[in-house]
T-cell receptor
Framework: DGGITQSPKYLFRKEGQNVTLSCEQNLNHDAMYWYRQDPGQGLRLIYYSQIVNDFQKGDIAEGYSVSREKKESFPLTVTSAQKNPTAFYLC????????????FGAGTRLSVL | QKEVEQNSGPLSVPEGAIASLNCTYSDRGSQSFFWYRQYSGKSPELIMFIYSNGDKEDGRFTAQLNKASQYVSLLIRDSQPSDSATYLCAAYRGGGGNKLTFGTGTQLKVEL
């Protein structure tokens, strides 16, 4: 069953804590993306990776970190430096040059305790 | 000016009517455009994409692109209550990063 799996579905962070959100895909896509969505807002790009062992900052990378050690996996760490982490986090993977179709996982909802 | 702009709505249409969702973009280098549907609390799902001027039809959905006017639209024929959702427009420029730029979405309500 092909797709993108994000876990956990819900996550709670304590003050000063780092938390890691998991994203795994079996679509054999080269590119993977992390977005943040706040209520009533569109998607804002945090980080993206086009190839294993390489990734670039998106528009709102501060307070976040990523790794891309395997093609299938692109975990996102929300660090204690991110002062307003409460949001819906979406992972996507994509392929294509002229038309870059991106498919999304089910998302992780992060809240602060 | 936002790169991709959408009216936030809500846009209310009666069941069976045509819903028209609009999107404008500022980057003339944008090559292709996407419409995603997002139900409340869920992740976006792709409905259609378009990269050539004109219309593209898929079932009850028609995407329209006018690059000269920098305008993209999505028409939903025979609207159903199940179409009630937020519709996100996204533009893709190509080149480094293969990034999509999203609008903030238009909320559609289909009323019985």
């Amino acid at each position: 069953d092909g797709g993108i799996t994000q876990s956990p579905k819900y996550l709670f962070r304590k003050e000063g804590q780092n938390v890691t959100l998991s994203c795994e895909q079996n679509l054999n896509h080269d590119a993977m993306y992390w977005y943040r969505q706040d209520p009533g807002q569109g998607l804002r790009l945090i980080y993206y990776s086009q190839i294993v062992n390489d990734f670039q900052k998106g528009d709102i990378a501060e307070g976040y970190s990523v790794s891309r050690e395997k093609k299938e996996s692109f975990p996102l760490t929300v660090t204690s430096a991110q002062k307003n982490p409460t949001a819906f986090y979406l992972c996507a993977s994509g392929q294509g040059a002229l038309v870059n179709i991106q498919y999304f996982g089910a998302g992780t909802r992060l809240s602060v305790l | 000016q936002k790169e991709v702009e959408q009216n936030s709505g809500p846009l209310s249409v009666p069941e069976g009517a045509i819903a028209s969702l609009n999107c404008t973009y500022s980057d003339r280098g944008s090559q292709s455009f996407f419409w995603y549907r997002q139900y409340s609390g869920k992740s976006p799902e792709l409905i259609m994409f378009i990269y050539s001027n004109g219309d593209k039809e898929d079932g009850r959905f028609t995407a329209q692109l006018n690059k000269a006017s920098q305008y993209v639209s999505l028409l939903i024929r025979d609207s159903q209550p199940s179409d009630s959702a937020t519709y996100l427009c996204a533009a893709y420029r190509g080149g480094g990063g293969n990034k999509l730029t999203f609008g903030t979405g238009t909320q559609l309500k289909v009323e019985l």
